[in-house]
């Protein structure tokens, strides 16, 4: 069954990109057929795996505003398995030109509907504002992906987010599920890291995912080579996070799987 999962926080710098990029690459390592969609006018994802923005000659714009077909705009990656639905800064503007279409909130739903039977996972990096743009990526997922840093101020702006995930429910997508929280810029050597995993779990128990995303150099040097992690260092801590963390995921839902079939029975 394909999955479409949301990666969103409206705070900044919290390990939304990094996260995007690196676990559907390291799902597509463990051999799941994986789109990324770069929902980010930033197009941080789309340079993180080593596409340069001016030379892009079709984006997720043209396929939200234009209505050109998704598959004329997927890009190969150099890991196999993996492929990009780019972004650039053209998509500053698609928020603007939606608000004029009918149904607008339906929009990256309708478009990715065309391509979601081709995919394992599709990942929606989705850019770091609770506008137009992030709200049509929770109404076209089946789920949403909420990176936490380990840093002070960690669950500022949470109660944003969680309440817009609320009303796309309610109006939008009944069926839209909080897929978890991944603490992320982990440091077992602070303090205040382990604080912040402490009540994060406290508030959100089961639904924080158990692999922490550590701190790690080689994380924030790949994407200024163009590669997730596990091409630039497949031995490093980040590569060994990311990997745990696809796995803790598949996981997941090969279990939530084998209960619905389950259920499906007895009823």
Do not use: W
Not at 234 to 242: D, L, T
């Amino acid at each position: 069954m394909s999955k479409i999962i949301a990666i969103a926080n409206q705070k900044g710098g919290v390990g939304k990109t990094t996260t995007s990029v690196n676990l559907a690459a390291s799902l597509a390592v463990l051999e799941q057929k994986v789109l990324l969609v770069d929902a980010d006018p930033q197009g941080n994802a789309t340079t993180g795996v080593g596409y340069d923005l001016k030379e892009l000659k079709a984006t997720i714009y043209e396929c939200l505003v234009d209505g050109l077909e998704p598959k004329e705009a997927i890009l190969k990656t150099d890991i196999e398995n993996m492929f990009l639905l780019p972004s650039n800064i053209d998509l500053v503007g698609a928020e603007l030109e939606m608000l004029n279409f009918e149904e607008k909130e339906s929009v990256m739903a309708k478009m990715l509907a065309k391509v979601k039977d081709e995919y394992d996972y599709i990942l929606i990096d989705c850019s770091p504002s609770l506008g137009l743009l992030t709200v049509n990526s929770l109404a076209a997922a089946n789920s949403v992906m909420i990176p936490v840093q380990c840093q002070y101020f960690a669950l500022e702006g949470l109660g944003k987010l969680l309440n817009t995930i609320k009303i796309i429910q309610k109006r939008l997508n009944t069926a839209l599920e909080i897929e978890g929280f991944v603490l992320t810029m982990y440091d077992g050597r602070v303090r205040l890291s382990n604080q912040v995993v402490a009540e994060v779990r406290k508030h959100f128990e089961e639904m924080v995912f158990d692999t922490l995303i550590q701190q790690n150099v080689k994380l924030a040097e790949a994407p200024s080579y163009g590669q997730p992690v596990i091409l630039y260092d497949a031995e490093c801590r980040g590569s060994v996070n990311y990997l745990s963390l696809a796995n803790e995921l598949l996981e997941k839902n090969r279990k939530t799987i084998e209960n619905e079939k389950r259920d499906s029975k007895i009823l």
